[in-house]
């Protein structure tokens, strides 16, 4: 079994100012760990994925995350975010041998101007 | 192009009413999936089809019925629903169930 957490519920921060969001996962068996955005009203975007290689991954739209799996998080990072990144953000964990992707509950960032 | 189209985008239905939702891709994946999700939740997986079959149902009550009729479409029929299935219903799809998926852009259900 794995499961997700996300530590923060809602992250609120200000256009141009770094942000991340933290999630951490646990499960008994190799993993990939995945971030997906969500925009109002819409569907799940992929932002960026772990398989395998570099723990450093870089996604769409300038986000990246770092896998650590001393750790068992799966952080997601952004230099310097724009109000168009206001969205839900979810962090998402498959086993390697397994279909069945769980979600954790989600963050929801909000840029003010 | 990793597009999922979902129809109807919204959907209103009353509690005796028979309705259906669509999904269609055409990157050749093989497994496609129904997932739920309700307001301030993530998403629930409902079914998983591959290869055209069901693989996983995850004790989702009869009045909702999965059916693939070919590898590019997936389809979610509705009978009998209740207000509490008023929610985002989402697929997905992905080359294989081990796979990256890819989601939709989901059809918002209100059932009265």
């Known amino acids: 079994a794995q499961s997700v957490t996300q530590l923060d519920s809602q992250v609120p921060v200000f256009e141009e100012a770094p942000v991340e969001l933290r999630c951490n996962y646990s499960s008994s068996v190799s993993v990939y760990l995945f971030w997906y955005v969500q925009y109002p009203n819409q569907g799940l975007q992929l932002l960026l994925k772990y398989l395998s290689g570099s723990t450093l991954v870089k996604g769409i739209n300038g986000f990246e995350a770092e896998f650590n799996k001393s750790q068992t998080s799966f952080h997601l990072r952004k230099p310097s975010v724009h109000i168009s990144d206001t969205a839900e953000y979810f962090c998402a964990v498959k086993g390697t041998s397994y279909g069945k992707l769980t979600f954790g509950q989600g963050t929801i960032l909000t840029v003010h101007p | 192009d990793t597009e999922v189209t979902q129809t109807p985008k919204h959907l209103v239905m009353g509690m005796t009413n028979k309705k259906s939702l669509k999904c269609e891709q055409h990157?050749?994946?093989?497994?496609m999936y129904w997932y739920k999700q309700k307001a301030k939740k993530p998403p629930e997986l409902m079914f998983v089809y591959s290869y055209e079959k069901l693989s996983i149902n995850e004790s989702v009550p009869s009045r909702f019925s999965p059916e693939c009729p070919n590898s590019s479409l997936l389809n979610l029929h509705l009978h009998a629903l209740q207000p509490e299935d008023s929610a985002l219903y989402l697929c997905a799809s992905s080359q294989d169930w081990e796979d990256t998926q890819y989601f939709g852009p989901g059809t918002r259900l209100t059932v009265l």
């Open positions: 990157m050749g994946h093989r497994a």
